[in-house]
């Protein structure tokens, strides 16, 4: 092999997934430096796209390296990266050898254990082209059980429509073609090269070759085949490949440069990529290959407080997350009997949104309405209230202004939020595989609290920016459009992120991963492709009124339109309480009110009915980030629908309603501490209220505190195990 002088390199990258120990990586740098006869920079970088590891010598060269194989194969790779030519073979070796262009790479015991990390289940799947003999088929299952450190079942399908001999499925993110003719190939290949370095003539060779194909049969080996292609047109953030006609639906390619893409478009003789990094170093005729896995991204109590891009890596300058776990970012939903009825409340502290579509944990709530009007604010305010309920929450930014996403994480890091909230941002001036990708990323991440059992709350803002992308990359990649110019799997696309939240059954941990998708309607259209597609995957909708907004109502929540499927099985015995007179009063207020209108002349109960909608409605407002507390919110509501404050003047409603807190909070702190439990409002509650409620309207009027309350909350529920008891 003839050797080529070496160009000089003082920094060497490795791209890991994880952080290498110091002393790993410093046996390499001098073991590298050795080899080269000169000290060399050893530097690290964290990339959770990359498998195993990849060795960055310069702009060209590149090696993906095991980074648990032996010191002498890296340094022999890394020798070969430098400087060796290819070796001129004969004409016979040529021949056989590029019968397929398609490399094959060993699965060592290494290899078999790094793909069989994540697989869920015991059971692969082995298709084939023939029926595979059940010994072949035996031995596999011992290497893959082997491998993984418990028994593996390996189910054989027929499937004669695969180019390939055979596909094992290890899961539902892994797949390795296996084929023996590229095995065969290569062996008849090294034993050219063989005998044509000992000397034997053309002849020989040929009837030896001759002799051995005619008494020998291929054998099905464990060998990956590591399928490539070269890439046809590239632009606008897609690639357009052939060559790679076994490469799987979301699976990661990788490009000669190193770049990523995922296989998002299967057509009969190429493949549509959309690109997770920047396009100017892909060219036409560039070589492209597969990896056999589809996108991972880190999870875990490493992303708490982090401001990470949809890839999972941290833009907030805050440096690596150190991460031990990834997670695929497309994941089947779990089934009917994996779950369990919503049953649990999540609190949004917005009194409108507990009292009259209450959320509960595992649902999907959408909230709708047009630009500008409050949909933001109403998902940051329910991530506010979740700071003592142990809920984490991951707040997903597509497509959205920079700007717009810093006062967001300025909000959640002024109120103490941010600490247990996670942000994932897909900036409008990215590919568009980042804004396509980000939501799928935000729900693995969620995910993996949902099935350590803990509670999860996650945000897509919004999904009308990310039916667009997908609209732009489909329409790049000319699939046929639909409704809307939309493509006619937009529904699907929605569907199968929204469906993934769930409430776990106890079996499985009983954990939960709430959804609130945003949604934007123009002029109020709810009627759109997109709305009504978002409203049927839902449990319900937060609709959201332009007029309403207009009358500065805080939020500005449609009470018509709004619903919630989950309804009082997700709502405490005590709101349940002042919540259903709630609704039945703003419904005749606003059936009044279109009525007096006309100048009618009304009596004295519809006028009662007019003064008591008005003020519930006007405490139904609330200001911006500044969510309450449930039983604050109770203690609130309870005045309005039992007409304690009909006699206020309606300008005075907003300031009472801070002096009752003040108040309560400082004067009967055990009637708040009661109402926290949630318990049903019997009527020694209910008198303890009314009680408070009247004190906090003495002081408010004449401006002086009483000197002793009217009545002891002590008395009327007795000790605190009492009151817990009520």
């Given at each position: 092999?003839?050797r080529?002088?070496?160009?000089?390199h003082?920094?060497?990258?490795?791209?890991?997934?994880?952080k290498?120990?110091?002393?790993?990586?410093?046996?390499l740098?001098?073991?590298l430096?050795?080899?080269?006869?000169?000290?060399?920079?050893?530097e690290?970088?964290?990339?959770?796209?990359v498998?195993g590891a990849?060795m960055?010598?310069?702009?060209?060269?590149q090696?993906?390296l095991?980074?648990?194989?032996?010191?002498?194969?890296?340094?022999?790779?890394?020798?070969?990266?430098?400087g060796a030519?290819?070796?001129?073979?004969?004409?016979?070796?040529?021949?056989?050898?590029?019968?397929?262009?398609?490399?094959?790479?060993e699965l060592?015991d290494?290899?078999?254990?790094?793909?069989?990390?994540g697989?869920?289940?015991?059971?692969?799947?082995?298709?084939?082209?023939?029926?595979?003999?059940?010994?072949?088929?035996?031995?596999?299952a011992?290497?893959?059980?082997?491998?993984?450190?418990?028994?593996?079942e390996?189910?054989t399908?027929?499937d004669?429509?695969?180019?390939a001999?055979?596909?094992?499925f290890l899961?539902?993110?892994?797949?390795?073609?296996?084929?023996?003719?590229?095995?065969?190939?290569?062996?008849?290949?090294?034993?050219?090269?063989?005998r044509?370095?000992?000397?034997?003539?053309?002849?020989?060779?040929?009837?030896?070759?001759?002799?051995v194909i005619?008494?020998?049969?291929?054998?099905l080996?464990l060998?990956?085949?590591?399928e490539s292609?070269?890439?046809?047109?590239?632009?606008d953030?897609i690639?357009?490949v052939?060559?790679?006609?076994?490469v799987?639906?979301?699976?990661?390619?990788e490009?000669?440069?190193?770049?990523?893409?995922?296989?998002?478009s299967?057509m009969?003789?190429k493949?549509?990529?959309?690109?997770?990094?920047?396009?100017?170093?892909i060219?036409?005729?560039?070589?492209?290959?597969?990896?056999?896995?589809?996108?991972?991204?880190?999870?875990?109590?490493?992303?708490?407080?982090?401001?990470?891009?949809?890839?999972g890596r941290?833009?907030d300058?805050?440096?690596?997350i150190?991460?031990?776990?990834y997670?695929?970012v497309?994941?089947?939903a779990p089934?009917v009997?994996?779950r369990?009825?919503?049953?649990?409340?999540?609190?949004?502290?917005?009194?409108?949104?507990?009292?009259?579509?209450?959320?509960?944990r595992?649902?999907?709530e959408?909230i709708?309405g047009?630009?500008t009007?409050?949909?933001?604010?109403?998902?940051?305010?329910?991530?506010?209230?979740?700071?003592s309920?142990?809920?984490?929450?991951?707040?997903?930014?597509?497509?959205?202004?920079?700007?717009s996403?810093a006062?967001?994480v300025h909000?959640l890091?002024?109120?103490g939020?941010?600490?247990y909230?996670?942000?994932?941002v897909?900036?409008?001036n990215e590919?568009p595989a980042?804004?396509?990708?980000?939501?799928?990323?935000?729900?693995a991440?969620g995910?993996?609290?949902?099935?350590?059992g803990g509670?999860?709350?996650?945000i897509?803002?919004d999904?009308?920016?990310?039916?667009v992308?997908y609209?732009?990359?489909?329409?790049?990649?000319k699939?046929?459009?639909?409704?809307?110019?939309?493509?006619?799997?937009?529904?699907?696309?929605?569907?199968?992120l929204?469906?993934?939240?769930?409430?776990?059954?106890?079996?499985?941990?009983g954990?939960?991963?709430t959804?609130?998708?945003?949604?934007?309607?123009?002029?109020?259209d709810i009627?759109?492709?997109?709305?009504?597609?978002v409203?049927?995957?839902c449990?319900?909708q937060?609709?959201l009124d332009?007029?309403?907004?207009n009358?500065?109502i805080?939020?500005?929540?449609?009470?018509?339109?709004?619903?919630?499927?989950v309804?009082?099985a997700?709502?405490?015995a005590?709101?349940?309480s002042?919540?259903?007179?709630?609704?039945?009063?703003?419904?005749q207020?606003?059936e009044?009110?279109?009525?007096?209108?006309?100048?009618?002349?009304?009596?004295?109960a519809?006028?009662?009915?007019?003064?008591?909608?008005?003020?519930?409605?006007e405490?139904?407002k609330?200001?911006?980030?500044?969510?309450l507390?449930?039983?604050?919110?109770?203690?609130?509501l309870?005045?309005?629908v039992?007409?304690l404050?009909?006699?206020?003047?309606l300008?005075?409603i907003?300031?009472?309603?801070?002096?009752?807190?003040?108040?309560?909070?400082r004067?009967?702190?055990?009637?708040?501490?009661t109402?926290?439990?949630?318990v049903?409002?019997?009527?020694a509650?209910?008198t303890?209220?009314?009680?408070?409620?009247?004190?906090?309207?003495?002081?408010f009027?004449?401006?002086?505190e009483?000197?002793?309350?009217?009545?002891?909350v002590?008395?009327v529920?007795?000790?605190d195990?009492?009151?817990?008891?009520?």
């Amino acid at each position: 092999m003839k050797r080529v002088t070496a160009q000089p390199h003082d920094t060497v990258v490795v791209r890991t997934q994880a952080k290498l120990d110091a002393d790993v990586l410093e046996l390499l740098r001098s073991r590298l430096a050795d080899l080269l006869g000169r000290e060399i920079v050893l530097e690290q970088a964290l990339d959770p796209r990359v498998a195993g590891a990849v060795m960055v010598i310069d702009d060209r060269r590149q090696l993906t390296l095991d980074l648990t194989a032996p010191l002498r194969d890296l340094e022999r790779r890394f020798a070969t990266a430098l400087g060796a030519e290819a070796v001129e073979r004969g004409d016979a070796a040529h021949i056989i050898a590029e019968a397929d262009t398609r490399a094959s790479m060993e699965l060592t015991d290494t290899n078999l254990k790094r793909a069989m990390d994540g697989m869920r289940g015991t059971r692969a799947t082995l298709r084939a082209r023939i029926p595979i003999e059940p010994a072949v088929v035996e031995r596999l299952a011992e290497r893959l059980s082997s491998a993984a450190g418990r028994d593996i079942e390996v189910e054989t399908r027929v499937d004669p429509r695969l180019d390939a001999s055979a596909v094992l499925f290890l899961g539902e993110d892994r797949r390795i073609v296996l084929d023996a003719r590229f095995a065969w190939l290569r062996d008849v290949a090294n034993e050219i090269e063989r005998r044509r370095q000992a000397g034997y003539s053309t002849e020989d060779t040929y009837e030896h070759l001759r002799t051995v194909i005619e008494t020998t049969e291929p054998e099905l080996r464990l060998e990956e085949v590591v399928e490539s292609g070269h890439v046809l047109e590239v632009g606008d953030g897609i690639a357009v490949v052939s060559g790679m006609g076994t490469v799987g639906s979301q699976e990661v390619v990788e490009f000669e440069n190193g770049a990523y893409g995922i296989a998002f478009s299967l057509m009969a003789d190429k493949v549509g990529c959309i690109l997770l990094g920047p396009e100017d170093d892909i060219r036409e005729g560039s070589g492209v290959k597969r990896t056999g896995h589809v996108l991972k991204v880190p999870v875990g109590p490493g992303l708490k407080g982090r401001i990470v891009d949809a890839l999972g890596r941290p833009i907030d300058g805050r440096g690596p997350i150190a991460a031990d776990v990834y997670r695929p970012v497309e994941r089947k939903a779990p089934g009917v009997v994996d779950r369990q009825p919503v049953n649990q409340p999540l609190h949004t502290g917005l009194k409108v949104i507990d009292a009259l579509v209450p959320l509960g944990r595992g649902q999907r709530e959408l909230i709708i309405g047009d630009r500008t009007i409050g949909k933001t604010t109403i998902a940051i305010d329910t991530i506010l209230s979740q700071r003592s309920t142990g809920v984490q929450c991951v707040y997903t930014s597509i497509g959205q202004k920079a700007s717009s996403v810093a006062r967001v994480v300025h909000t959640l890091e002024e109120h103490g939020a941010l600490e247990y909230t996670t942000v994932v941002v897909a900036l409008p001036n990215e590919q568009p595989a980042f804004r396509h990708e980000a939501p799928y990323t935000a729900c693995a991440i969620g995910e993996y609290v949902m099935d350590g059992g803990g509670d999860a709350l996650v945000i897509y803002d919004d999904l009308s920016k990310h039916a667009v992308t997908y609209r732009e990359m489909s329409a790049l990649l000319k699939r046929p459009i639909g409704r809307e110019a939309y493509p006619g799997d937009i529904f699907y696309v929605h569907s199968r992120l929204l469906e993934r939240a769930a409430r776990m059954s106890d079996e499985l941990g009983g954990g939960s991963l709430t959804a609130l998708p945003i949604v934007e309607t123009l002029a109020g259209d709810i009627s759109a492709f997109i709305p009504t597609n978002v409203i049927s995957i839902c449990d319900g909708q937060i609709m959201l009124d332009t007029a309403a907004f207009n009358e500065s109502i805080r939020p500005p929540m449609d009470v018509g339109l709004s619903v919630s499927r989950v309804g009082g099985a997700a709502q405490n015995a005590s709101m349940k309480s002042v919540a259903g007179r709630l609704r039945i009063d703003l419904a005749q207020y606003q059936e009044m009110a279109q009525f007096v209108k006309f100048g009618a002349e009304v009596d004295q109960a519809t006028l009662d009915q007019l003064t008591r909608g008005e003020r519930c409605r006007e405490l139904l407002k609330q200001g911006i980030n500044r969510p309450l507390p449930e039983a604050h919110e109770v203690l609130v509501l309870y005045a309005g629908v039992n007409g304690l404050l009909d006699d206020l003047p309606l300008t005075e409603i907003g300031r009472f309603e801070a002096h009752l807190i003040e108040y309560v909070v400082r004067a009967q702190p055990g009637l708040l501490s009661t109402l926290e439990t949630g318990v049903r409002l019997e009527s020694a509650v209910e008198t303890a209220m009314r009680s408070a409620i009247a004190e906090a309207r003495g002081s408010f009027v004449t401006g002086v505190e009483p000197t002793e309350p009217l009545l002891d909350v002590g008395e009327v529920f007795g000790s605190d195990e009492e009151a817990e008891d009520a």
